[in-house]
């Protein structure tokens, strides 16, 4: 069964625009929400993580946006940028593990 | 700046053979794990270790076994590599005992191209 769900399975945005990205999970435990980026020929690393007890965390241009009650999470990536090119993983966390979404693989056209 | 290092980057080997991949961590950390990606881009994670112990071992074909010397360093050797092999074997550290509101710390991954 799949833990977390991530939409849409690729998006592309232009230079500047705010990209959207959505994620969902099945388990109501899970309480930490971390959200990886990887680029091309590296390893994903963390990017913006939140802790379900919170509804909003910024830093800088990314924005998690959560709702516990509904199960839902999206990351905002405001301004994008050409550099922001990336597949992004959302995942969930709970008791020591870990469950990652699909990827969501993000194009930014200058 | 990269803190989990991973070798070799590439490998291209014939079904049946045997194939070893490295990984160490400078991070001091305590917990260390094997991911596979595969052409979709898809994390499913293999094994991990917590101070030389296995503490999850997720359903993978016997001919994959993880191997730690010490906490620092965890290898992975597939035994008679399948063509379903073929993919990028991610390798990743952690501070504690699991990944719960922890960071996980990845390598860049090995590419396995089995033929």
């Known amino acids: 069964q799949q833990q977390v769900r991530q939409s849409p399975q690729s998006l592309t945005v232009w230079e500047g625009e705010t990209a959207i990205l959505n994620c969902s999970y099945e388990?109501?435990?899970?309480?930490?929400f971390p959200w990886y980026q990887q680029f091309p020929g590296e390893g994903p690393a963390l990017l913006i993580s939140?802790?379900?007890?919170?509804d909003k965390k910024e830093d800088g241009r990314f924005t998690i946006f959560f709702n516990k009650r509904e199960k839902k999470l999206s990351l905002h990536i405001a301004d994008s940028q050409p550099g922001d090119s990336a597949t992004y993983f959302c995942?969930?966390?709970?008791?020591?593990?870990?469950?990652f979404g699909d990827g969501t693989q993000l194009v930014v056209k200058p | 700046e990269t803190a989990v290092f991973q070798t070799p980057n590439y490998h291209v080997t014939q079904v049946g053979n045997e194939v070893s991949f490295n990984c160490k961590q400078t991070?001091?950390?305590?917990?260390m794990y094997w991911y596979k990606q595969d052409s979709k881009k898809l994390l499913k994670i293999m094994f991990s270790?917590?101070?030389?112990?296995?503490?999850v071992n997720e359903t993978v074909p016997r001919r994959f076994s993880p191997q730690s010397s010490d906490k620092a360093h965890l290898n992975l050797r597939i035994k008679s590599v399948e063509p379903e092999d073929s993919a990028v074997y991610l390798c990743?550290?952690?501070?504690?005992?699991?990944?719960?509101?922890?960071?996980?710390?990845f390598g860049s991954g090995t590419r396995l191209t089995v033929l």
């Open positions: 990743a550290s952690s501070r504690g005992l699991g990944a719960s509101a922890e960071t996980l710390y």
């Open positions: 388990n109501s435990a899970f309480d930490y």
């Open positions: 939140i802790l379900s007890v919170s």
């Open positions: 995942a969930a966390s709970v008791n020591n593990r870990i469950f």
């Open positions: 991070l001091g950390h305590d917990t």
């Open positions: 270790y917590n101070n030389k112990q296995l503490i």
